[in-house]
T-cell receptor, first 113, second 115 residues
Framework: GNSVTQMEGPVTLSEEAFLTINCTYT??????LFWYVQYPGEGLQLLLKATKADDKGSNKGFEATYRKETTSFHLEKGSVQVSDSAVYFCALIPTSGTYKYIFGTGTRLKVLA | GAGVSQSPSNKVTEKGKDVELRCDPI?????LYWYRQSLGQGLEFLIYFQGNSAPDKSGLPSDRFSAERTGGSVSTLTIQRTQQEDSAVYLC?????????????FGQGTRLTVV
């Protein structure tokens, strides 16, 4: 079946540190991949997405590359800010069959000033 | 409205009571999703609608849970005879259409507490 595995948190970094949050997936075919972010007290919102192999999604300094060969979609940012503190969810949606978003368990990021 | 609206934002109910949670999707969005987020857990899929029909309701935990959507718009998730394990944040999302690459827009959720 389809599934998403994320690195467990919490991840605690100092401001301006480099961030990587690992995400791997299991799916048939070529799913679309997403990163959603949930800031404290807010709803989930899309951070970035990639719909085919080797695509790179980017937004707000965050990037993730769709790697078919390693079934991965790791989230990276070169220099985090305190305002990036949030919970990050990796997700996929299949391109056939049932069109439901499948989420990872989320990774909490805390950035210290 | 501008976004997905859910009501109530908070609900405290006694064990054994029935509750109804409402979701108003973004106007024109044909796809609507319900998820559950328990403390420290990820998002658990419950059901999704394409228009008024539900192609996949495999995530509903038991027959105490049901959902409907009318007029291709508002959806209601009903939990009968609530149990303490039903306590969670219930999230609704909508997207323009059901497909493999469209963004889902989420509401703020309804926090349900069963006492």
């Amino acid at each position: 079946g389809n599934s998403v595995t994320q690195m467990e948190g919490p991840v605690t970094l100092s401001e301006e540190a480099f961030l990587t949050i690992n995400c791997t997936y299991t799916a048939t075919g070529y799913p679309s991949l997403f990163w959603y972010v949930q800031y404290p007290g807010e709803g989930l919102q899309l951070l970035l997405k990639a719909t085919k192999a080797d695509d790179k999604g980017s937004n707000k300094g965050f990037e993730a590359t769709y790697r078919k060969e390693t079934t991965s979609f790791h989230l990276e940012k070169g220099s985090v800010q305190v305002s990036d503190s949030a919970v990050y969810f990796c997700a996929l949606i299949p391109t056939s069959g049932t069109y439901k978003y499948i989420f990872g368990t989320g990774t909490r990021l805390k950035v210290l000033a | 409205g501008a976004g997905v609206s859910q009501s109530p934002s908070n609900k405290v109910t006694e064990k054994g009571k029935d509750v109804e949670l409402r979701c108003d999707p973004i106007s024109g969005h044909t796809a609507l999703y319900w998820y559950r987020q328990s403390l420290g857990q990820g998002l658990e899929f419950l059901i999704y609608f394409q228009g008024n029909s539900a192609p996949d309701k495999s995530g509903l935990p038991s027959d105490r849970f049901s959902a409907e959507r009318t007029g291709g718009s508002v959806s209601t998730l009903t939990i009968q005879r609530t149990q303490q394990e039903d306590s969670a944040v219930y999230l609704c999302a909508s997207s323009v259409r059901v497909s493999g690459n469209t963004e889902a827009f989420f509401g703020q959720g309804t926090r349900l507490t069963v006492v």
